[in-house]
């Protein structure tokens, strides 16, 4: 079993800056691509940004320039920092990662349980 757990979520003002966290535990042998993506209430939910392994990140034009992805591949953790926010940032912000895991010896594709973010004066 491996476990996504995030933390860093809540109420902020408009202009006001988050910085989201994203530990992956478990049954881990390698973590590949890591991101977050989010969903505003009555929508999809939609990537926000990825970083895989060796640092390459993607970026949803909406957040470009203004929320960066990084990690720490020794504790497979992934970061979101969050700088401008905005009204329409507001929505649960979910980890995702690619992990193979050690037993069995397979590539599985989690999801963090969701984190809250308000962006509102």
């Known amino acids: 079993q491996v476990q996504l757990v995030e933390s860093g979520g809540g109420l902020v003002q408009p202009g006001g800056s988050l910085r989201l966290s994203c530990a992956a535990s478990g049954n881990i042998f390698s973590v590949y691509a890591m991101g977050w993506y989010r969903q505003a209430p009555g929508k999809e939910r939609e990537l926000v940004a990825t970083m895989t392994k060796d640092g390459s990140t993607n970026y949803a034009d909406s957040v470009k320039g203004r929320f960066t992805i990084s990690r720490d591949n020794a504790r497979n953790t992934v970061y979101l920092q969050m700088n401008s926010l905005k009204p329409e940032d507001t929505a649960v912000y979910y980890c995702?990662?690619?992990?193979?895991?050690?037993?069995?010896?397979?590539?599985?594709?989690?999801w963090g349980q969701g984190t809250q973010v308000t962006v509102s004066s």
């Open positions: 995702n990662a690619d992990v193979f895991t050690v037993v069995p010896p397979q590539l599985v594709n989690y």
